[in-house]
């Protein structure tokens, strides 16, 4: 089984003389949220920096990523590169929901990495301008209609009146 990435040896940073140090984690991972889903490949790559501070470890950086998209008009998947400006901080206490865990001698940037990339997704995506979209019929009468002929038929009422039909407009 191989080395879980994400743990990464902070022994050298928690000395008197520590300075900061950059590790980059390159890893496939296939975390996703409704409609976008990150790839395995190419994999995430997460450019870090570690910097001690008086009780833990403050981690900087930016991620890099592949997303899987759902359109979410016409359900097409397209692939997105993504970036992400991540940021935490691992302590030793334990009480405070806002900071990652310290280990005695690594952290696991998992959770944090995770949280930050799945943070810094859009809810739902369309897949552009070449969208084909939902519905089909509208598309049509208005790419039809540039003949500069403005009739009352053209009326989305009228569509609607030849949609419903006679005998179905009460409830
Ligand atoms: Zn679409």
Known sequence: MDPNPFL??????????????????????????????????????????LHPVSKGIAVTGRVQFTTADTCYRCLRETLSDRDAAVGALFDSNNDDDETYPLGVHDIDVLQMLRDEVLLSLPIVEDCGDECPGVASSAQTDLNTESSGDIGESRSPFAVLENLLGPGDSTE
């Open 8 to 49: 990464l040896n902070i022994a050298d940073l928690l000395g008197n003389e520590a300075s900061s140090r950059p590790v980059t984690i390159t890893s496939g991972v296939d975390w996703n949220v409704e409609l976008i889903r990150l790839v395995e490949d190419p994999p995430l790559v997460a450019d870090l920096m």
